[in-house]
């Protein structure tokens, strides 16, 4: 889960740098950079840190 | 009553500050009257051109009155002063301008070298702020990580980390360097060059980087690099094991930090996506949101999580416990210094007090403690209306949190600009602990993330909203004619650079620092045992105690 989770994050790094050549407009950019932004945030706090809170010593 | 009324000023300085930020209404000109029959200019005289033999007609203090002492001051600095090249010859034009020209680079090299000491003092706030915050049990443990960081850095930095970092920026126009740090690695995307890092300038030696320009930047640079290190100490205190921050540090100042101020600063990728895409000037951070806090911040996030929280942070609930710190005052005179350091953050970011728009200087010096100003009102007031009080940490961590987030506009805003986004920062820096804390369940004993992080990547944003396209240093930014204006001044493709730079930040940066760290994890261990940290650090990580005449009590509430 927590691999998983590092490859969505560097996945919305690599959507937001693909936005360059993808679109021209500075709108249609935009929001192909807000959805990188997006997939990457999913990444840290909807799979990496779950992944590593299920195993927090407080749980126990 | 007091919410009521703290409520009201927060609503009348909104207001106030939305009225202010509204661009001025050019006045209609007066209708133009009839030309009167002036007297004609008389016409411009031609101009003389100076020769060697006028400069021997310039009056020099005689020697006598040079013997009695000059209290006033009026007779040293002349053109006696002036060096000459050629005894015999006298002094010449080439003389004078070569003298000219070694002026504005020693200004420049004065004024990049003291703002550069000012940054390496806020290692010392960084300390104390750490320690106040963390328990007397830890105070050693915290300190030395604070101290050594400062050693670990610079030792990776100058091996490796320079060369990175600065090793294809290119000419250091305000520096007058000779261009040695030219050897920027590339790859083509997109049909453009993407700079990638650098590659001239390991051990300051490497292909003529041992150069009087060189050694200046490589300070100022270093003491950047050591500023993004020291916050990650922070949130990982009192739980992180000796062996393995010394390793992460290296690891962070080597390779972590200086590849992203290389697509920033050193003439990589998001520097030129102005040039190449026309996005506006390209990832413009003036002074280092993104490059050093956020940087720093994130990091913080990654080791965060993988080192979880401290033994009596969360309950088997999930309910968070407020672990104090041992010295506010500690942690409030730290906070002083780092906001005294960040004089020479900004302005120092200039790396010119001469030319090239450097007397711009004064502005990034105003906007920096405006910035801070309107943190630390924003997390007070906010924790007033919140929790009744004053906090007096959230206070000093939302002067910090201003300061973080004016870092990277310093530079292109107006002070109208720079209240809005410290007071905005105020209150993100608060909303961002809670979330941290309570959601992500992330411990972090400083708020570091928070202060860091979080308002690190709102200064990078900020940017792209408030620059106002006033600032103008030597005509270009990132190699883009004109001036860094952000979207509230008409220039929407400016946030867009600014938001690639926010994406490599939380998507590049913080899976280089997981995994690098995790690697570390493997081989070495980074959490002390359960022992160790129930015991204190001071004794079993660092074999003396920080205060070793204190008898140090443990209670189930500051376990």
Redesign the interface.
Known sequence: MAIAG?IV?????????A???MSSS??G??VI??V??V???V???GM??PA??K?????K | MTRRIAILAVALLMVSLAWAQAPATTPTPAPEAPAAAAPAAPPPAAPVAITDKDLTSVPTPAADARAKGDPDGSLTGTVSDVVVADSKKGLTIADLANQAGQNRVAINFVWTLITGFLVMFMQAGFAIVETGLCRAKNANHTMMMNFMVYGVGMLAFWLIGFAIQMGGVGALGTLGSTGVLNGEYTMK??GKDFGLWGQNGLFLMHKGTYDVAVMVIFLFQMVFMDTALTIVTGTVAERWKYAAFMVSSFIMGGFTYPLFANWAWGGGWLAN?GGN?G?GHGYADFAGSGVVHAVGGITA?AMG??L??R?G????S?KANVILGHDIVLVLLGCFILAFGWFGFNPGSTLAASGNGALRIGSVAVNTMLAGMAGSFGAMLYMWMRYGKPDASMSGNGLLAGLVAITAPSGFVNPVGSVILGLIAGVLVCVSVEFVDRV???DDPVGAISVHGTNGLWGVISVGLFADGKSNYGGSWNGVNGSVTGLFYGD??Q??AQ??G???L???V??FS??ANWIIDMFVGQRVS?KAELEGLDMPEMGALGYPEFELKASAARM
């Open positions: 590092l994050t560097l996945l919305g790094f690599g959507i937001s740098v936005s360059l050549g500075v709108s950019r935009m950079v807000l990188g932004l997939v990457s945030l990444g840290i706090i990496i840190n590593f809170q195993k927090a010593a407080w749980r | 995307l997109f996506l895409f996005l996030l999580i993988l979880g929280p033994l942070k969360y309950e088997r999930g992500l369940k992330v929407a493709s946030l867009v938001l690639i926010v994406c490599t939380v998507g590049f913080f899976t997981f995994v359960a």
